[in-house]
């Protein structure tokens, strides 16, 4: 990577990978669910990830490039972590709650790589693609949001 270009493209075959890995979890972490509103949040955000996805595959086409992932060993880790969660807490509440806290870490780090590559589509003049990559950050944002209230409100105090 010679240069901020080459370094964004990088980042968007990261986030790519890292999206089309969340895409085949979410389905398993619903399974898990024990609360019929975290099964929705998963449910709902499974095709916004979708849609992410499609997003990204416009942004490789902005950028004249075939979609196509590089492995991201930060999302894979975060999710090694969820799966350990879903197979090792006992209660269907508890499992909830840990749920919430693996599904929000793939969030921060999506909001991370998000949050970088508008700044750097704007800054290289990739008007459109930041335009793409805003409505992906909105909704990583807004799926956090939902994971904070769900937790807060009532799934935490039943783990406890």
Not at 48 to 77: M, S, Y
Request: one cysteine or more; glycine letters at 6%; proline letters at 1%.
């Amino acid at each position: 990577m010679k240069n901020l270009e080459s370094l964004f493209k990088h980042f968007v075959k990261d986030i790519y990978y890292a999206e089309r890995q969340v895409l085949k979890t979410l389905p398993k972490m619903a399974r898990k669910a024990e609360s019929d509103d975290l099964r929705e949040a998963f449910e709902h955000h499974h095709g916004e990830t979708e849609e992410q996805i499609e997003n990204l595959k416009k942004v490789f086409d902005l950028l004249g490039l075939k979609p196509r992932g590089v492995t991201c060993e930060a999302i894979d880790g975060i999710l090694e972590e969820g799966k350990e969660i879903m197979e090792e807490a006992d209660a269907g509440d508890t499992r909830d709650a840990g749920m919430i806290a693996a599904a929000q870490a793939v969030e921060h780090y999506e909001i991370t790589r998000y949050g970088t590559m508008v700044s750097w589509a704007k800054t290289l003049g990739y008007d459109e693609a930041a335009e793409l990559l805003q409505k992906n950050l909105d909704q990583e944002y807004a799926a956090d949001q939902k994971l904070s209230k769900l937790g807060e409100g009532t799934l935490n105090k039943q783990a406890a």
